[in-house]
């Protein structure tokens, strides 16, 4: 609509100078990381990642959805596949990493995708919203053992999130402590109380009704943030709540 984001796809060469000039300005070392959706035509999908490219990014993101199908929740609840195919032929047509994005929903999703794809790295939009640990647990159950596994690895479950018959205490823990960090880091950076209210709706309902029925008032408690300044106290209560059973 304001002939950006992925309203440049439409305009290639208006899109290509945008990526020479910021090429330009950038220092050699740096590479420059361009996201783009893909078209129904595959062969079209493959020209123009070629084009950009050839414009100057060093490192390629697929969103492998087209502009018309949109994105974020409402995508994500309505499972409007992205294509992977169209991925990896982008993956094949390119001499740069590429990042394969669309349908990671939760952690199994990120080794699909990469064998999939052929991709060099995985990105998550909605899914990691729902869940900051989900980098973490495809690590975790790939045997790998760095930074981000060490966070999150004291309240990590490794776990088939897809099957009702899970523990929903020790989710529902898991949950709690994730979220306790989250509220950390965003009175750290002070965030806003609006963003940190939806947030926190994302990562402790994303059973989808499950955090509703499990505490009805700390929701109500978490949408009344939007209103005033939100307190430590908030995931003291949840914290002290799951653990008290």
Known sequence: KGGYGAFLL???????????????????????????????????????????VAAGAGILTVHGRTRHQGGGKKTAAEYKLASWPHIRAVKRAVPVPVIANGNVLDWRAVPQILEATECDGVMSGCGLLRDPTLFAKAKIAAGENDDEVQDFGDYVTIRDDVDDTVDMDVAWKEAV?????????????????????????WMLDRRGGWFKAKAPELRNRTIDLRFIKFRKDFLEHCYHGCNDG
């Open 177 to 201: 402590a994730v979220a306790r960090e989250y509220i950390e880091l965003a009175i750290h950076f002070q965030t806003h109380p609006t963003r940190v209210s939806k947030h926190l709706i």
């Open 10 to 52: 439409e305009d290639l060469d208006k899109l290509c100078g945008i990526i020479q000039q910021l090429r330009r300005a950038l220092p050699p070392s740096m590479p420059l990381l361009v996201k783009m959706r893909v078209f129904d035509s595959m062969d079209r999908t493959v020209m123009v990642a070629q084009r950009i």
